[in-house]
């Protein structure tokens, strides 16, 4: 698929079957991530591939949501904040990367069919906790990642001139 397709086509998947996603479509969009950019090519992130009972229903703890418990599967990417770039006026890189690194993921899947979405407003110190995460650590965003269970058009967007600015 091309990839203006793969960006039009991605949106935020809140209901998922239970059908698992094949180890093929997984290591895939491992490489993928594992290919994205970051600061001075730093690379201060972890990726938890959760897909336990045990360690879903802990993440469960952290998003009690009813369509997130549909996703068959979870990916925690956290910053590891001692492995971050920071500019000369102090400011961290590590929520860029993990952005672009994340975004890789999501176009990844919906390449190969699945579903994602961002989940950011969990309880990232709980998560922390049960996760048994170093002090470095931090999870920035939950991935649920699946196949979908309906077929949903993404959300309109922008016009191009009220997000672009040429001067």
Same mark, same amino acid.
């Given at each position: 698929?091309?990839?203006s397709k793969?960006?039009?086509n ?6 998922? +079957?239970?059908e ?6 997984? =290591? ?7 290919l994205a ?23 469960? =703890? ?9 996703a068959?599967?979870y ?19 590590g929520n860029?990367d ?5 975004e ?6 919906t390449?190969?069919?699945?579903? +994602?979405?961002w989940?950011?407003?969990f309880r990232?110190a709980?998560?922390?906790?049960l996760f048994?995460m170093?002090? =470095? =650590?931090e999870p920035?965003?939950i ?6 269970a ?6 309109k ?7 672009f600015?040429?001067?």
């Amino acid at each position: 698929m091309e990839l203006s397709k793969i960006i039009e086509n991605r949106y935020s998947c809140r209901d998922y +079957t239970s059908e698992a996603v094949s180890d093929e479509q997984l =290591e895939y969009i491992k490489e993928c991530v594992r290919l994205a950019p970051s600061a001075v090519n730093k690379q201060p992130w972890r990726f938890r591939i959760i897909k336990s009972e045990e360690g879903k229903r802990k993440l469960r =703890e952290c998003y009690d949501r009813e369509w997130f418990a549909t996703a068959p599967m979870y990916i925690i990417a956290s910053v590891l904040h001692d492995q971050e770039w920071v500019r000369k006026d102090g400011k961290s890189h590590g929520n860029i990367d993990i952005s672009i690194a994340v975004e890789h993921l999501c176009l990844a899947a919906t390449e190969l069919g699945l579903g +994602t979405c961002w989940v950011c407003n969990f309880r990232p110190a709980h998560c922390k906790e049960l996760f048994n995460m170093p002090e =470095e =650590e931090e999870p920035a965003v939950i991935i649920p990642l699946g196949h979908p269970a309906s077929d949903i058009s993404p959300k309109k967007r922008k016009a191009i001139d009220e997000v672009f600015i040429e001067e």
